[in-house]
């Protein structure tokens, strides 16, 4: 598998297995959260629109490794997240736009986002998947 899966994790569910197994080979960046917001996967694709590997995001919290503002360059992602938020309530999180990059204007990069709600076993147990289209302004 291409992409990094925190090993201590349960998996408890074969078809979330099997969904972070496609995207591990995509070439469209991914990550995907836990519950309580942490990282779980990492492709290399994210690693190459990100900046970061695997190794250096696994475990950590969502929102500290993505720091995605919105397209007025506010704050989007922080310890209130919203789609984490979203989807305990059971809300659908819609697409979104988001600017992800290290703040400087060379660097940054505005991504449509698409999440995707794996259940696990109970209720509060499932998968956040986040998967990143990087959006061509230039044309």
């Known amino acids: 598998m291409n992409g990094q899966l925190l090993e201590s994790r349960k998996w408890t569910d074969e078809s979330e297995r099997d969904v972070l197994d496609v995207l591990s080979r995509s070439d469209s ?3 995907a959260t836990d519950a ?6 990492w492709n290399h694709a ?27 360059g506010n704050r989007f992602c922080h310890e209130n997240c919203s789609v984490l938020s979203m989807s305990r309530k059971g809300e659908t999180v819609r697409p979104f736009e988001l600017v992800v990059g290290s703040g ?20 509060d147990s499932y998968t ?3 998967v990143l289209q990087p959006i061509d302004r230039a044309t």
Do not use: N
């Open 104 to 123: 400087a204007p060379k660097s940054e990069q505005p991504v449509h986002v698409s999440v995707l709600k794996v259940p696990g076993e109970s209720a």
């Open 36 to 41: 309580t917001g942490h990282v779980i996967f």
């Open 128 to 130: 956040l998947v986040h």
């Open 46 to 72: 994210a690693e190459l629109l990100l900046g970061r590997g695997g190794r250096q995001v696994m475990g950590r919290r969502c929102y500290d490794v993505v720091s995605g503002r919105d397209v007025f």
């Open 29 to 31: 960046p991914a990550l």
